[in-house]
């Protein structure tokens, strides 16, 4: 069953009224509206038409069945330092089972054919994870430049690379503001333009920041992939419902927004648009399997990356709840939608919080590898 939310304190602020005039206008007391705001009662069935009128909304808008068709979209702002500022912890979750070794290796040596040191950027380089990766397999004297927003992430890939041996430097700087003084043998990025307004810009800046003959490679997500990527052994596969539903969400979010769910499928075309050469796509090979009949460090490890990335090892509060109900509102959802969305969730956060020993599970990411030549 829907539960009724009602909009009635949201619609009044936007329109600048106090609850005793918009009480004025119905005919009853402020203290009713007060009650109708706070959830102790609801408005008499016939004062509906009169809202609905009033505010120029539909009832189901009123009840909060439906999104208010008059919201103004509000960004998460995925492109702000204030919010990479919060994400250290989750990029540490999440980043620990990303790449299998061998195959970055694999990719370095075979693939790209990499046989002399090269200097690397890495465009939105949060803590200096892909340096991390990079810089042991690569040439010895290869060096590593990081770029990003965030001080707290730069702050942390600093203390990272303090005492090692390699040639590191982190620049603190809006990406979109950055001037490319220098050219570099490859520009990188992993998990950065899925997260801007304007991929394809920044797309066009790592090109021109290496020189002839460099390299362009970006690892992104196709989020359909990623939200498809889930097997849990005893939960019915095709009742994870929250693909659908999400894909209405993401679809908003690309309209109005710019930020793109499915970049990581659209890159190659982006490359050939500017002119690159050698174009290739690959995907990351790496799947969690979560066995609990396997070693146990490896199955603490996956298990831990998993649920900690996605915040699956506990329950979500009520507030937490009802903010996750206003962004999806936000985004055009029906609440009935939204209570579907946080039902699967809540299921998904059951099982792991229950199973913490024997979560018998497969996730994978298939994230995707572009590249291409100058
Ligand atoms: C999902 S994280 C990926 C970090 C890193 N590439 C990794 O894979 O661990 C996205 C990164 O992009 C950075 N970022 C987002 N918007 C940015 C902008 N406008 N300018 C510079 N960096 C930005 C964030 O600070 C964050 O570190």
Redesign the pocket.
């Known amino acids: 069953m829907n539960t009724v939310k009602l909009t009635i304190a949201e619609l009044r602020k936007d329109k600048g009224i106090t609850q005793s005039e918009l009480a004025d206008f119905l005919g009853v007391s402020f203290q009713s509206v007060s009650k109708w705001e706070n959830g102790i009662t609801m408005p008499d069935i016939a004062l509906l038409p009169m809202l609905s009128e009033y505010f120029q909304v539909s009832v189901d808008e009123i009840l909060g069945l439906k999104p208010l068709s008059n919201r103004i979209y509000k960004s998460r702002k995925?492109?702000?330092?204030e919010?990479?500022?919060k994400?250290l912890d989750y990029?540490k979750d999440?980043?620990i089972e990303?790449w299998n070794h061998e195959y970055l290796e694999f990719l370095i040596s075979k693939v790209w054919r990499i046989t002399k040191p090269i200097d690397i950027i890495?465009?939105?380089?949060?803590?200096?994870?892909?340096g991390m990766m990079l810089l042991p397999i690569l040439p010895a004297g290869s060096t590593y430049t990081g770029?990003?927003?965030?001080d707290t992430?730069l702050e942390e890939a600093r203390a990272i690379f303090k005492d090692s041996e390699y040639k590191t430097e982190f620049i603190k700087?809006?990406?979109?503001l950055?001037n490319v003084k220098e050219k570099y043998d490859m520009a990188i990025?992993?998990?950065?333009l899925?997260?801007?307004p304007n991929p394809k810009d920044i797309l066009k800046k790592m090109i021109d920041s290496v020189s002839v003959g460099g390299m362009v490679t970006c690892?992104e997500v196709n989020r359909a992939f990623e939200n498809e990527g889930l097997y849990i052994q005893g939960m019915d596969y095709s009742s994870n419902s929250r693909t659908p539903i999400m894909q209405k969400l993401w679809k908003t979010e690309l309209e109005l927004e710019g930020r793109d769910y499915s970049i990581g499928m659209k890159i190659p075309f982006y490359m050939q648009e500017y002119g690159l050469h050698n174009i290739d796509i690959r995907l990351n090979d790496k799947v969690s399997f979560i066995n609990p009949f396997a070693d146990k460090n490896k199955y603490n490890r996956l298990f831990n990356s998993l649920i900690k990335a996605n915040n699956w090892d506990r329950t979500l509060s009520n507030d937490e709840k009802e903010n996750i109900i206003k962004l999806f509102m936000n985004r055009g959802l029906t609440r009935a939608e939204t209570e579907e969305y946080i039902k699967s969730d809540s299921e998904i956060r059951s099982y792991f919080m229950k199973n913490t020993d024997n979560a018998f599970a497969l996730k994978t990411l298939c994230l995707l590898i572009s590249y291409g030549t100058k």
């Open positions: 995925t492109d702000s330092e919010h990479w500022n994400q990029l999440s980043r990303l890495d465009f939105g380089c949060g803590y200096g994870y892909l770029v990003d927003i965030s992430l700087s809006d990406i979109n950055f990025c992993q998990a950065l899925r997260h801007l690892i």
